[in-house]
């Protein structure tokens, strides 16, 4: 396909995959929020509760029903299509992005993969974690919420590293975030939509609803809920290399995912009690700390390198894709130059450093020529 086509096609999905997750993350949240602020003192006769909201100039009555009204209203509103759009845009956007450049996007030069391999291995990945998913739901864990958590949390790190293995690190976070975004939209596709028809079918017939039905609704809402931090950082960790392209990435995703479920759980419960109101500094103080321990350490007794060699390896690794003339530089970014290469050396360092250039290493360049890169801009990028 045309680069040209390419690069505006995948700047289309990606704004409707980011305006779709707006609305889903947006509808998730408010729900939550509703249902922990719910007044559940003295309700009326078959109410849950009640609440009381202004906002944009007005002020709104909300009420919940234990099960449903004894008759239906003529309007109902669901909320699915911002879930199912936000999956149908997640996936077109990875086909474009890694599937169909998935030897230099998606597969990790080192694996040996061929692209149906790789494109075999991700497509598993988010179909089994989902299946993997559900049937822990409908096990005995889940009413073991605690632990249920913990068990989603260690298969999520299992997938991450397991993907670090053959994957590229961006492809491999990708795929993370792909697999819990399916997870998310399978429960709202698989068990909250269905449980909710049997709810609104039993009451248009006179009949007394299901309670497990709105019940495993409920819960499958919750894990969507703490589930959506995770998959908001994998989305923007792609600008970040020191994150996706650290030997560590697997783990720097461990870390990261356990903070934002600390930081989701803080916010759904602090209307209730403090008993977790440590949950938002110790995620603070974590986030930190990571920080910290994954900065790379600058080795002050390399010898001194003449810029004359960095520039000769910038040329034959580089510059192809970085250059003023020719076709557009990848993220603007000119390398042929050295006034360029300088004015460049952070972004140079942090890409070099952490592997995730040339793109799919497809120009070669070599373990001692990245050293040479990262002692020289370390040594002060002199030219």
């Excluded at 003295?42 to 202004?54: E, H, M, Q, V, Y």
């Excluded at 790789?118 to 889940?142: D, K, M, N």
């Excluded at 961006?170 to 909710?196: C, L, T």
Aim: aromatic fraction near 10%; charged fraction near 15%; proline fraction near 5%.
């Amino acid at each position: 396909m045309d680069p040209h086509i390419t690069e505006w096609l995948n700047l289309a999905i990606r704004w409707m995959h980011m305006i779709f997750g707006i609305a889903w993350i947006g509808a998730s949240f408010y729900f939550v929020w509703l249902e922990n602020h719910l007044n559940r003192i003295n309700p009326k006769t078959g109410l849950a509760g009640d609440l009381w909201a202004i906002h944009g100039g007005g002020i709104y009555h909300l009420e919940k029903y234990k099960l449903a009204p004894t008759k239906m209203p003529e309007t109902l509103h669901w909320f699915k299509w911002e879930a199912y759009t936000t999956f149908l845009s997640g996936i077109s956007l990875l086909t474009v992005v890694y599937y169909f450049n998935a030897q230099s996007m998606l597969i990790a030069p080192e694996s040996g993969l061929v692209e149906w391999q790789g494109i075999a291995i991700g497509i598993a990945t988010i179909v089994v974690g989902w299946i993997v998913y559900h049937i822990l739901c409908e096990s005995p864990l889940a009413q073991k919420p605690a632990l249920m958590g913990a068990v989603l949390m260690l298969m999520i790190i299992a997938v991450a590293y397991g993907l670090s293995l053959v994957f590229t690190g961006r492809a491999a976070y990708i795929h993370v975030g792909a697999m819990i975004g399916s997870i998310m939209v399978g429960n709202v596709f698989f068990v909250i939509m269905p449980g909710q028809r049997k709810m609104v079918a039993a009451v248009s017939k006179g009949e007394q609803p299901d309670p497990r039905d709105p019940a495993k609704a409920l819960l499958r809402s919750r894990h969507n809920n703490y589930l959506t931090l995770p998959v908001l950082f994998i989305m923007i960790s792609n600008h970040f290399p020191s994150t996706y392209g650290s030997e560590y990435n697997w783990l720097i995703l461990a870390a990261v995912s356990i903070i934002s479920v600390l930081v989701r759980h803080y916010f759904n419960t602090r209307h209730l009690h403090q008993k977790y109101a440590w949950t938002l500094p110790f995620a603070a103080f974590a986030m930190i700390t990571l920080a910290f321990v994954t900065k790379p350490t600058v080795d002050n007794s390399a010898p001194q390198v003449a810029f004359s060699e960095v520039q000769t390896i910038v040329v034959e690794r580089c510059a192809m894709c970085h250059a003023t003339s020719g076709v557009a530089p990848m993220a603007g970014v000119h390398l042929d130059t050295p006034e360029n290469i300088k004015l460049n050396s952070d972004r140079v360092l942090s890409a070099v450093r952490n592997r995730v250039m040339p793109q799919g290493n497809i120009t070669k360049m070599t373990d001692d020529e990245r050293t040479l890169v990262v002692n020289w801009i370390n040594q002060g990028a002199k030219i």
